[in-house]
């Protein structure tokens, strides 16, 4: 009798072994497994692709032919231009109060604007207050407006890149170089 129950004994106990082993299995194969990620090494930088190249270069060609375009254009002007920040042309016609403050960045400015293309057809005739550092003028005017006081009066050949870029607005078409006469009042 003893050796029938140490057969059970050892019957049961490899049961348990067994439906132990039954459900590690089961279990193993029941989880999902992660999607395997791509090898990247840190030392590689993702490349962009074909076509985001191809419109990166497209862009920089634009922008020099844009440049080149503008300094053709005010060499034969009457008025003096200088070269400033983000290759804009711009001549100051009147520096205004000198005494006063230049715009400053958070500033709100009340600002007089009419914006031309290369060829004289008017774009937009308005007067406002703008926060200077706020991306409500054009990124050229921005950067270069410091130059001017209360009073002051420029004429500006800005570049698309520094105008209204790729987007444009209702008014102004994409990649359009275009002319800004401005006053701070």
């Not at 703008?130 to 800005?158: C, F, S, T, W």
């Not at 607005?169 to 275009?178: F, G, V």
């Amino acid at each position: 009798m003893r050796d029938r129950y140490a057969e059970r004994i050892k019957t049961a106990a490899a049961m348990v072994v067994l439906c132990v082993l039954l459900v590690i299995v089961v279990s193993a194969a029941c989880t999902r497994q992660a999607p395997q990620r791509p090898s990247q090494r840190k030392s590689e930088v993702p490349q962009p692709d074909s076509a985001q190249l191809a419109l990166m270069e497209l862009n920089q060609q634009l922008a020099l032919a844009a440049d080149r375009q503008l300094a053709q254009i005010v060499q034969v002007q009457e008025t003096s231009y200088a070269l400033y920040e983000d290759n804009v042309w711009m001549a100051i016609l009147d520096r205004g109060d000198e005494d006063s403050p230049s715009p400053q960045p958070e500033q709100e400015w009340r600002i007089a604007m009419r914006i031309y293309a290369l060829n004289g057809q008017l774009y937009m005739d308005s007067e406002g207050t703008y926060r200077i550092g706020k991306h409500e003028l054009p990124q050229g005017v921005e950067d270069n407006i410091g130059e001017l006081h209360r009073g002051g009066k420029a004429r500006m050949y800005v570049p698309w890149y520094a105008a209204y870029g790729i987007s444009g607005t209702a008014e102004i078409p994409p990649y359009e170089n275009i002319v800004i006469d401005i006053e701070l009042k």
